[in-house]
């Protein structure tokens, strides 16, 4: 802020304190200089802004989506396979503790894989199925909504940059007045001059113009910036929001197949302990 700043800052930069040739050229490439700066700044954030709108980073968004549910489909798959896999081991902890089981391993898989086996890997492919193909439906739905969103979103950003990016024009258009100013002063001499009444003026309505510019630009770039903020934390919410609309469905569609998923691990155990009470007496 200005009043954190030593007394020599404003002595040194501002225009209507010049009271040579030189003292008000010296003071006026700053401002130039900073004008340009200012308005590079504003370019840079909106075109910072207009990022996430490109196809490249729609596509990258929507791949992204499809990654994450393709992601949440294998866990779940493992899941299910895992909790076959689960009483199978239960069955082998079983055999291995009999004495009568001692080198007959291969007539247990073999039984298993004939009598209890098919079962299961027919319920994780019909569960897989399921889960898969409501996935498949959320996974459109939430796309779209993803992309209505994102279209929305876009369609504000631009009306922004339409409506913020004369700022920095105006702010280039400042700078160039400057610089021309600036020119003037030089070619009227150097060393210590008296600065020319109509030039005084044009100095004090320069700085004035500038004051009021950059005020603008700077107010303009700090708001800019906490809008820019709450995009980029839109397009993240729309799209977490799509990842949960379809993780949602998915673990809806996995508690309803639960009970017969469970029911079918219940009878393939019971299958397979009927196996092995055949094998020991026999």
């Known amino acids: 802020m200005a009043h954190d700043l030593p007394a020599w800052v404003a002595e040194l930069t501002d225009p209507r304190r010049a009271t040579t040739l030189d003292q008000l050229a010296d003071r006026l490439v700053p401002l130039a200089e ?43 798959s493992k899941e299910i396979t895992t909790s076959s896999n689960q009483r199978i081991d239960r069955v082998w902890e079983v055999w291995r503790k009999l004495e009568t089981a001692h080198d007959r391993d291969g007539e247990l898989r073999s039984r298993l894989a004939v009598d209890v086996l098919p079962a299961l890997a027919e319920q994780e492919r019909a569960v897989a199925e399921e889960v898969a193909e409501r996935m498949s439906r959320a996974l459109e739905a ?29 702010g280039l258009s400042m700078a160039g007045r400057i610089s021309g100013l600036s020119g003037k002063v030089r070619e009227l001499g150097s060393g210590r001059v008296e600065i020319p009444a109509p030039l005084r003026t044009a100095a004090k309505e320069t700085a004035q113009g500038y004051d009021a510019t950059i005020g603008k630009l700077e107010l303009e770039w700090a708001t800019l910036g906490a809008r820019a903020a709450t995009v980029r934390a839109a397009l993240r919410a729309a799209e977490e929001t799509a990842f949960s609309q379809v993780t949602a469905e998915m673990t809806e569609c996995v508690e309803k197949l639960a009970a017969a998923h469970v029911a079918t691990l219940n009878n393939a155990e019971t299958r397979a302990m009927a196996l092995v009470d055949e094998l020991i007496v026999n």
């Open 34 to 76: 900073h004008s340009i700066d200012v308005s590079r700044r504003l370019q840079n954030l909106l075109t910072e802004l207009n990022e996430p709108f490109k196809r490249e980073a729609l596509y990258d968004r929507v791949e992204r989506l499809k990654a994450r549910a393709d992601e949440a489909f294998r866990e779940i």
């Open 142 to 170: 939430a796309t779209q909504t993803l992309l209505t969103r994102v279209e929305e979103l876009a369609a504000a950003v631009t009306e922004l940059i339409h409506e913020v990016l004369p700022l920095a024009h105006e």
